[in-house]
């Protein structure tokens, strides 16, 4: 099953012209409408159980955009989903996310982005994977197969010069393949360095801006998770 979410800031009565061709494919469910982004979050959280203690973990990378890529990397998930299936409460998804080079023209303009991207032929696309599962004695288990599933994935994207060049960073940060940088902040887990995938320009632009703004490390003191701007 598959689902497609689609956003535009107008309160139109007909899809744009440039997400038409997705409103043509047959649905199961349409729920568009005009809304607000609250009503549009509630929508998204329904049917799902807040109320177990279950695991989560994210995963991403970036890729070009290629539809027959899209189905590659779908079917190393889905074998993965199947290695996997007497892993108790076991749920995931696989999510295409496009950074379109409109929405990079329109932070240019409006004085750049920290993350070091800029428009190109073939558009960046996130690639990311939720996993969720119940026993805690399953988490080494998840996790080694999470990252034989990034290593795979990524591996042909790279072969066919479609790995992106922003966000995702391997475990081994300090190597010195400098094409192995390419994992959005908000999708990223502890093993992935997001922050050094915006390129060395990027990073040293953040220390500069962390040591005029917060010169006694406030802000990385005090919060104690996520990712922290390289010493």
Known sequence: MASFYSFYSEPVTAPPAAIKPFFDVPTLVNTVKVKTVKEAVDELGEGGDNTSPVRYEFRDYTVRADAKLYKQLFDVWNWTIIELNSISGLASGIVYQPISNSMIRAGSKKGGNVLGLEPADDPLVIVSYLFSWLLP???????????????????????????????????????????????????????????????????EFLRQVKAKYDPNGVFEKLSRGGFKIPS
């Open 137 to 203: 004695e399953d988490d080494d288990k998840v996790r080694a197969a999470m990252d034989k599933l990034i290593a795979a994935s990524t591996d042909i994207a790279k072969s066919q010069g479609q790995l992106g060049q922003f966000m995702y960073v391997p475990k081994f940060v300090n190597s010195s393949d400098t094409d192995n940088k390419s994992s959005y902040l908000n999708y990223a887990s502890t093993g992935q360095q997001p922050i050094q995938s915006y390129g060395p320009v990027q990073v």
